[in-house]
């Protein structure tokens, strides 16, 4: 599997930030719930890094 393989998966993307100070990227998908914390910064780099896909993905000619 890679990123451009397709899957019929329903999942749940949460962000918000945690009582400790880090930024949580909660997904659930069935009975799987995978939390993932950054600090700040790496917050940061991971929306650069969206956003910089996303224009990307507008370049995609389909």
Known sequence: MGIN??????????IGPT????VRL????GP???PMDFDPDEARDI???LLAA???AELVKN
């Open 5 to 14: 393989t397709e899957r019929d998966v329903e999942a749940n993307l949460q």
């Open 19 to 22: 009582d400790q100070g880090m």
């Open 26 to 29: 909660f997904i659930t998908a």
């Open 32 to 34: 799987a719930e995978i």
């Open 47 to 49: 929306a650069e890094e």
């Open 54 to 56: 996303a224009k990307a």
